[in-house]
């Protein structure tokens, strides 16, 4: 049972435009939600993280809405660049994952092409 | 600090071959775990360890092994390897409690014929 579904699959951007990416959970206990970028032949890597106590946080021009009530949260990139094409997961933990055993439960992931 | 490194890069194995990945970090992090990646699947957990000495299984762990024995070596072993194995294989660590970010190693890209 997959409890972090992600959204879309797959997404083409213009150079400058705005790129959209949406993750539901189901966990109500869930207390961080990062998401990671990955580059074609690298691993992932932490590119932004936000805890439910706030509902937006913003780092340069990526930025984490984050909804409680709908379960929702989606990373928003704005002005993007063709080096922003990667494939970006988020990902949620808390809950039953608790302590030592934080556990992170991952979306399938985005490919993100960004043309020049 | 080099991080999280995994060798080898790429392997390729018969069916039935036993092999071992590699992974070690610097970073004194307790908590480690491997990740298969595979395409429209993302990530999944394979086995993770909280401390030396300490393993667990993730959601796919049957035809691997893994141990324990040192903070900053966590090896892969797959005893018989089957074609399904074939995938991209991540190793990551973090620091143990509530610090969650993970730090993923560079992959290793496992071919089984």
């Known amino acids: 049972q997959q409890q972090v579904k992600q959204s879309p699959q797959s997404l083409i951007v213009q150079k400058g435009g705005i790129s959209i990416i949406n993750c539901a959970y189901e966990n109500t206990a869930f207390d961080y939600f990062p998401w990671y970028q990955q580059f074609p032949g690298k691993g992932p890597a932490l590119l932004i993280a936000?805890?439910?106590d706030v509902s937006e946080k913003k780092e340069g021009r990526f930025t984490i809405s984050f909804n409680k009530s709908a379960k929702q949260f989606s990373l928003h990139i704005m002005d993007s660049q063709p080096g922003d094409s990667a494939t970006y997961f988020c990902a949620a933990t808390g809950g039953d994952n608790a302590g030592n055993n934080r556990k992170l439960i991952w979306g399938l992931g985005t490919s993100l092409a960004v043309n020049p | 600090n080099a991080g999280v490194t995994q060798t080898p890069k790429f392997q390729v194995l018969k069916t039935g071959q036993s092999m071992t990945l590699q992974c070690a970090q610097d970073?004194?992090?307790?908590?480690m775990s491997w990740y298969r990646q595979d395409p429209g699947m993302g990530l999944r957990l394979i086995h993770y360890s909280v401390g030396a000495g300490i393993t667990d299984q993730g959601e796919v762990p049957n035809g691997y092994n893994v141990s324990r024995s040192t903070t900053e070596d966590f090896p892969l072993r797959l005893l018989s390897a089957a074609p399904s194995q074939t995938s991209v294989y991540f190793c990551?660590?973090?620091?143990?409690?509530?610090?969650?970010?993970?730090?993923f190693g560079p992959g290793t890209r496992l071919t089984v014929l």
């Open positions: 990551a660590s973090k620091t143990s409690g509530v610090t969650d970010t993970q730090y």
């Open positions: 970073m004194n992090h307790e908590y």
């Open positions: 936000i805890r439910p």
